[in-house]
């Protein structure tokens, strides 16, 4: 049966999770202040074992600029030194995959800024990802026949507004390894998937 290693650092929790075939082995979650990279190892080491994998699955974004490098880079050491295949699942795909079926569902990923990131799925089709502020979806939700709303973005960012919410019962990368098992065409490659570019203060320049 194939074990699968699914690693998630696009948020701002870290986690690792192992199954077998549709069955979870393992599973952890812990929140890093600092020195996100640096942790990563012995998290996956505690999930791990001495366990054998056949594949690794990693999350490649929307979400922390820093964590989606941070997990990546990782992903593809361990592909390299273990010799196991690496994929990518989007945060996007990972959430919707996690609930039961609906007509309309529009996915939240925590942008931490005056946004969120948002992909709707039309009966199971993704639309173009975008950015929304708590405005564009007010008014999405005024709509006669508003989307049902899922995801780590909805709260506190919406709080106050009245919606239709779906909950998993997943987190992290135990929704990738669901997708997964799921569906495996919902697998891409292990490349980052950001929505705008990074936020990034360069250095003021040395005097001369």
């Not at 080491?45 to 990546?72: A, C, H, W, Y």
């Amino acid at each position: 049966m194939v074990k699968v290693l699914s690693i998630d650092t696009a948020g701002w929790d870290y986690s690792v999770a192992l199954w077998e075939k549709d069955r979870e082995l393992s599973f952890k979650e812990k929140s890093f202040e600092r020195d996100q990279a640096a942790h990563l190892p012995q998290l996956v080491k505690e999930v791990m074992g001495q366990q054998k994998i056949d594949q690794i699955l990693v999350n490649v974004g929307p979400g922390s600029f820093t964590g989606i490098r941070v997990g990546i880079a990782f992903a593809k050491g361990l592909s390299i030194g273990w010799n196991v295949p690496l994929k990518g699942i989007d945060s996007f795909i990972a959430t919707y995959a996690s609930i039961e079926p609906a007509e309309d569902v529009l996915v939240l990923i925590e942008a931490r800024r005056v946004d969120v990131f948002a992909r709707r799925f039309l009966r199971g089709i993704p639309q173009e990802p975008q950015s929304l502020t708590r405005k564009d979806l007010e008014k999405i939700l005024g709509s006669p026949n508003p989307p049902l709303l899922t995801g780590n973005g909805l709260h506190p960012f919406l709080d106050g507004v009245i919606f239709k919410e779906a909950a998993s019962s997943w987190r992290g990368a135990q929704k990738l390894a669901n997708a997964f098992f799921m569906n495996s065409a919902f697998v891409s490659p292990p490349l980052p998937f950001y929505i705008r570019e990074a936020d990034v203060t360069y250095a003021a320049p040395p005097c001369t």
